[in-house]
Nanobody, 116 residues
Framework: QVQLVESGGGPVQAGGSLTLVCAAS????????MGWYRQAPGKQRELVAV???????NYARSVKGRFTISRDNGKNTVTLQMNNLKPEDTAVYYC??????????WGQGTQVTVSS
């Protein structure tokens, strides 16, 4: 089993930046894809960005050019650098790690609140 611990959320003004970090521990050998998802009030959880162990990335259209996902396989961490944040980015952000995107384990979530 994989345990995930997220950090880095919080309040920020529109146009600002935040960095989310997720650290994985446990059965890390089972991890191929690590990513970030978010869920806003009243909405379904959605993919933000995902990165595979080989470095392939995929982003939601709404964050392309503003967010960057990176991964340190040695430290078993995945980082989401979020720039030019918008109020519509407000959500609880969840880290995910598993063989396929969206599979496996989930973190507890971290709140990101962007004010205009």
């Amino acid at each position: 089993q994989v345990q995930l611990v997220e950090s880095g959320g919080g309040p920020v003004q529109a146009g600002g930046s935040l960095t989310l970090v997720c650290a994985a521990s446990g059965s890390i050998f089972s991890i191929n894809a690590m990513g970030w998802y978010r869920q806003a009030p009243g909405k379904q959880r959605e993919l933000v960005a995902v990165i595979t162990s080989g470095g392939s990335t995929n982003y939601a259209r709404s964050v392309k050019g503003r967010f960057t996902i990176s991964r340190d396989n040695g430290k078993n961490t995945v980082t989401l650098q979020m720039n030019n944040l918008k109020p519509e980015d407000t959500a609880v952000y969840y880290c995910n790690a598993g063989w396929a995107p969206g599979s496996g384990s989930w973190g507890q979530g971290t709140q990101v609140t962007v004010s205009s």
